[in-house]
């Protein structure tokens, strides 16, 4: 997202005249993607679907199952990213591998509530940027690009439901509400 804001500042700059090309050429040449520690993500994001486990309702067996099925399907996501496969693939094999670790909590009962788990963990395939893009730019008058980015992020949605149904199948847990 930084290196979208620098190059969204830049051009700003030359459509008001502050910048000529020769300057918005030399400050894009400058700009650098900094990217966190991919274990502090893995071990954030595992956090954040733990935690929404909790104020769902969720006891500490419900946080700790749900804290390593999304910290392991987080690392997976990370992996086939880095491999640079198309993101589709990408969210259904994590959705996949996420929902069958998590189902392991409702098959052997951890916690009191291990539906939870199933249903927190999954919580980071969910598209917020391109979703937030395309209403932006059907906003801001870009009809054309966010109806393309909306069906981005509803084919995405779609590729993780096929993971997660993937998985249920295979496990024989086949609904959130055992």
């Given at each position: 997202m930084r290196v979208v804001t620098q190059v969204q500042r830049i051009c700003i700059m030359m459509e008001?005249?502050?910048?000529?090309?020769?300057?918005?050429q030399k400050k894009l040449n400058q700009i650098s993607p900094e990217?966190?520690?991919r274990w502090l993500v893995v071990v954030m994001i595992g956090l954040s679907c733990a935690a929404f486990s909790r104020l769902a309702g969720g006891d500490w067996s419900v946080f700790g199952m749900t804290f390593l099925a999304s910290a392991i399907g987080m690392t997976i996501r990370q992996e086939i990213g880095h491999r640079h496969f198309?993101?589709?693939?990408n969210f259904s094999v994590t959705a996949f591998v996420t929902t069958?670790?998590?189902?392991?909590?409702?098959?052997?009962?951890?916690?009191?509530?291990?539906?939870?788990?199933?249903?927190s963990s999954v919580l980071m395939?969910?598209?917020g940027f391109p979703?937030?893009?395309?209403?932006?730019?059907?906003?801001?008058?870009?009809v054309n690009m966010g109806v393309a980015?909306?069906?981005f992020a509803s084919l995405l949605t779609l590729a993780t439901c096929l993971g997660i149904i993937g998985a249920m199948s295979l496990t024989d847990v086949l609904g959130w509400a055992q």
């Open positions: 008001k005249g502050i910048l000529d090309y020769h300057l918005a990217r966190y520690n198309n993101p589709l693939l069958l670790i998590s189902a392991q909590a409702v098959i052997y009962s951890i916690g009191a509530q291990p539906q939870l788990v199933m249903a395939l969910v598209p979703l937030i893009n395309a209403v932006a730019d059907m906003i801001k008058g870009y980015r909306f069906v």
